[in-house]
């Protein structure tokens, strides 16, 4: 009797745990893998698992259910020579595993997107680099995708595809947006995404609010400035000013006023020309 309750509480237990919490700040840098475990997990193991292309997931060998939080994935750089590698990792305990969470990289290279943000009012731009090493060996079919969403939201439900730069309209104003960019192949993800970036959207009247603020702080200043200059000039230096006045004082020449007398006035009427009569006959 004793050994069917004990088996019953064994199997309520396993069937009641629930599965490990997925790792977290899965990071890439170079060929080393790291992640966070969750702070409560215990007795939890990790599989990094990667893909080249469309091709299924595979164990990294030397990453299998280990019990470390970092991984050297080294060994797959021969495989990645034959195209874009993309990578991730999930917990395990007792036979349950966690959601598989990809690795993404804060380096950008030639399988990984150089992006840059730029905030303005309601809309942010993504600029991405359209020459890149994909782009020239597949033209408009090596694209990028764009998954956006607020900080601290998931991002894999908003999403824009652009061969090159691209801006994201109708972002409510005073909250912060983050995107993480991947490359496409002919539509199929490849390679590791660029790690999220955030910016903050601004204002509207933000820009107006500051100029309504310094303008007045500069009148202000150069009344302080200005003011007391032209008391101190007036009160302890006028003499000298009117001083100087008198030797600079203007003259006109006599010879300015001199009128010429003997001047020639030039004919308005034109020359006539005349001939000489030498004789004259009477009828």
Not at 8 to 26: D, K, M, R, T
Not at 222 to 231: E, G, H, K
Request: include cysteine; proline fraction near 7%.
């Amino acid at each position: 009797m004793f050994l069917i309750v004990v088996c019953i509480q064994l199997v309520v237990q396993v069937l009641s745990e629930a599965p490990p919490a997925p790792p977290q700040n899965v990071h890439v840098d170079g060929w080393l893998m790291t992640w966070t475990p969750a702070a409560e997990d215990r007795d939890v193991t990790y599989t990094v698992q990667y893909r080249i292309a469309s091709i299924k997931w595979t164990d990294v060998p030397t990453c299998l259910r280990i019990s470390a939080n970092r991984c050297d994935v080294h060994v797959i750089k021969d495989k990645s020579m034959f195209g874009c590698v993309m990578l991730r990792v999930r917990a395990e305990r007792r036979g349950l595993n966690s959601v598989r969470v990809e690795a993404c990289s804060t380096h950008g290279d030639s399988c990984i997107p150089q992006v840059s943000l730029t905030a303005r009012p309601g809309y942010l731009t993504v600029h991405l680099s359209r020459n890149h090493p994909l782009a020239r060996e597949y033209g408009d079919h090596a694209r990028h995708r764009v998954h956006y969403g607020r900080e601290g939201e998931p991002l894999e439900q908003n999403f824009k595809d652009g061969v090159s730069s691209l801006s994201i309209e109708g972002l409510q104003e005073g909250q912060r947006y983050c995107v993480k960019v991947q490359f496409l192949n002919f539509s199929n993800p490849t390679g590791l995404p660029r790690c999220p970036q955030c910016e903050l959207i601004p204002n509207s009247t933000g820009h107006s609010g500051q100029a309504e603020i310094i303008v007045p702080v500069v009148l202000v200043l150069v009344l302080v400035v200005l003011t007391p200059a032209i008391a101190y000039v007036l009160l302890f230096h006028c003499g000298r000013f009117k001083r100087w006045l008198r030797r600079t004082r203007c003259e006109i020449p006599d010879h300015f006023l001199v009128v010429t007398r003997n001047h020639e006035v030039p004919s308005c009427q034109p020359e006539e020309h005349t001939e000489v009569i030498s004789s004259v006959t009477l009828a």
